[in-house]
């Protein structure tokens, strides 16, 4: 099914016919289907709602480049339009951003919260990654100085773009250029002050070989968010929640039972 949310369509589902909601939140590069297996779990005793989020899936785009406000300001309406609140939430890593800045700043939505590989604390910067940083941004502005020369500019972007290749991320360089503001802006934006203003009982779900979000990051928010818990999955890497599906639907059914309690 789709909506019309805030200048974009908005592709989702709803599964389920128990008593609880749930929505469930994918990460970024990722779809809904990347939830279904928890939906398969919860759905028995929830109504589930999965959800394209824009620029992914088979959502429309933004219409313009957004950030993480953006993106849960659009999450917001969408539940509205539904009626989908107060209820649960479990998302993975880009969709924990989206979660954290509605549950910290519009608490009614979300009464409990799952997350698994969290995005949100900065990465703390590294010697090497500072280095790579000051490399990056002396050639691209060496490239900008040689685009200006007219029969050079082609040969410019042409650098531009082996550059991007060579020090921007997968998830970077599979974007085309509006994307890649939406992503720039998603990613630069630390969300350490909103956890300590976190209402909803949280629980945190890692695995230990996360190099994505790094398991140091679990652990500093269970540190932020008041009502927080940390369990962590032995080798998981940034989808353990997959790797793991069973020992995850089991620690999330329980956790969401109490919540219906």
């Known amino acids: ?26 990460g970024w590069g990722c779809d809904m289907s990347m939830m279904q297996p928890v939906a398969d779990a919860l759905k028995k005793d929830h109504q589930v709602l999965l959800i394209d989020f ?7 785009r933004p219409p ?10 659009c999450l917001k309406e ?20 989206v979660a954290t800045w509605l549950a910290a700043n519009d ?60 020090y921007g991320s997968r998830d970077y360089n599979a974007l085309d250029e509006e994307m890649r503001k939406t992503f720039v802006k998603v990613i630069n934006q630390d969300l350490s002050d909103l956890y300590p203003k976190f209402r909803q009982s949280t629980l945190l779900i890692w695995g230990d070989a996360d190099t994505e979000t790094p398991l140091w990051m679990g652990k500093e928010m269970e540190k932020l ?12 890497s940034h989808f353990a929640y997959l790797e793991q599906i069973q020992r995850f639907n089991t620690i999330a059914q329980h956790f969401l039972k109490e919540a219906n309690e």
């Open 54 to 60: 824009p620029g992914h899936g088979k959502s429309g």
């Open 1 to 26: 099914m789709n909506e019309s949310v805030n200048g974009t369509t908005v592709s989702y589902e709803i599964q389920g016919e128990g008593k609880g909601r749930v929505a469930l939140l994918h």
């Open 107 to 166: 608490p009614k939505y979300f009464d409990k919260m799952i997350f698994t590989g969290a995005a949100g604390i900065r990465p703390k910067p590294t010697e090497e990654s500072a280095r790579r940083s000051a490399e990056y941004k002396k050639l691209k502005n060496y490239c900008s100085q040689v685009k200006k020369i007219p029969f050079l500019k082609g040969t410019a972007e042409h650098w531009e773009e082996k550059l991007r290749q060579k």
């Open 64 to 73: 313009e480049p957004w950030g993480v406000p953006e993106y849960a300001e």
């Open 225 to 236: 968010i008041p009502d927080a818990g940390l369990v962590i999955l032995e080798g998981g």
């Open 78 to 97: 969408l539940l509205n339009k539904l009626g989908f609140f107060p209820g649960s939430v479990v998302a993975h890593s880009f969709g924990c951003r």
